[in-house]
């Protein structure tokens, strides 16, 4: 009878820590919000969002900002998705269990960790000298790419991995081939997971200052990126891709540490912003994973 | 639905192939964090009036900005002191060629807290007392520093070891660039050292003028006397008459643009150049710098005119105490 009182009384203990972790978390984050949009909702407007920088804090606006995180976002997820789920099906489901591919494992579980600062060292002498891609956008892009492609490759094989081994064996029953088995069994299953862990390097990327400045990301851009479509033929206009570009991490920095007051409101507006597109990608994955989740019928 | 896939690919993989990479007229700028401000501000206007011409700027560091500048990347390095030797050097074996252009003063105030009574001035001596590397954790408090203040603690404020300020500042007050004690607060970000001061009435801290400026009411500025009678007596203040005239020495500087002799050629450079020099004064003041005198800016003109290249300093970096017309002068 004392056993069991105790039991309930753990129990219940338990319950009111883990309430109150959760509230910390969220706490913390309630704060942060009021204090951002108290100092920054003023600031939003249509002028703010369609105007280039200007020493004035008043006409300062993130447009060139806000179309660089787009661009940059955008390009570094077609980059690092493919690849790393490729990588990761490989190691997962092909890569035979020798020293060679423990080599591998731990090196990428290595790169996870690794500061972010040296991906740009790294982006710096491949991208922008070696293969001379200049301060670009791609260069920018695939400096981001590197730099999420270990979380996206470990998420991808924890994801493969949870996947039932009776799924493969009993398509192989029904004579799938490997890839049969991979394309139409493992990989839907597994999407929901693997999406999970896009969105967490994501959401990582698109606040990341230091690789972009190492690489040569400016701070006074007053104009866009080439826009992809064109009305002439082939219809796709790639010259955005090797434009320069500024990014709304390096944006708000510069403002943070101006003399002038009127640039700390501005500041507060483009965390807003940044804040509005990291929703918006999560709700995007989300809505992605619940899709492929609906569709696994076992 | 594969077949449309594939020709899309193949479509915008031709593309970049074929698309010429090509954007127009850019001019690339790059370099101190002090400067860009000034930078942006001629930028801004440049492309009101010259809207085929795309101007960047960046801000990776005096001595960042120079690692590009010499190895071809940008057009025009912004710098918060003259280039060193090892900058020197390696943009002679890039054949990278400069024109040094000074733009503007940067004033460094020596900033308390305003419920600080006792501070009427100090003397270049006092602040070397205060920051040299010996007296890491033996000087600490007021009355250390002058008979007859208070025998409270002190607690020092000032700029990170990236900094060009730190440079200046070391080289000017300890006497070797770089020379600081290490047991101070330190921040890359001046407002960190703005709000420490202000809230804390036993603070001393240095940064640039332009930060006082805007936060008048939270800091009080403290005058400078650096014991030479010569280049006026007594203490002064970092006001612009005093910054000009060479009398608050030795914490003012110019701060400088330096543009690639081969980027010169070019006609977008050679417009932006020029309209950087005769706006400088105006938009300088305007974010919060001061401006050198005309007859500075017109020695600064001719010598982008005739494209002089190589540095008045000769590659020793941060100078101490140096006006601006005296070195251009020497040159003409």
Redesign the interface.
Known sequence: MRKSALNKWTDRSFFAVGLIATLTGLGVLLILLTDVLTDGSGRLSWQFLTSYPSRRPEEAGILSAWAGTAWIMALTGVIAFPLGIMAGIHLEEYGKKNWFTGLIEINIANLAGVPSIIYGLLGLGLFVRTLALGRSVIAGAATLALLILPIIILSTREALRSIPFSIREASYALGSTKWQTIRYQVLPAAMPGILTGTILAMSRAIGETAPLITIGALTYVAFLPASPVSAEFPFINLNGLSDAFTVLPIQIFNWVSRPQKGFFANAAAGIIVLLTITFLMNAVAIWLRHRYQKKIRW | MYRLTAIILT??I???LT?L???GP?V???GS?TV??V???V??EF?KIERWI???????GTGGGFK?FC?G?TDISDASRPIKEVEVKTCREHGVEYIELPIAYDGLAIMVNPKNNWVDYLTVHELKKMWEPASQGKVTRWSQIRHGWPDTEMHLFGPGVDSGTFDYFTDAVVGKSGASRGDYTAS????VLVQGIATDAFALGYF?T??Y???KDVLRLVPVDDGNDADGKGPFLPTHENVVNGTYQPLARPIFIYVSKKSAGAPEVKKFVEFYLKEASK?ST???YIPLPQKAYELARKRFEKRTTGSVFGGRGAQVGVKIEDILRREE
């Open positions: 479509a915008a031709a593309a970049m698309v990479v090509y954007a850019v690339k700028i790059d964090s860009y401000p930078t942006e501000a930028s801004e492309q795309k101007v960047t700027a960046g801000i990776s590009k190895n990347e890359e970000d001046d407002n640039g332009a930060y400026e805007n936060n938009l305007e974010v919060g």
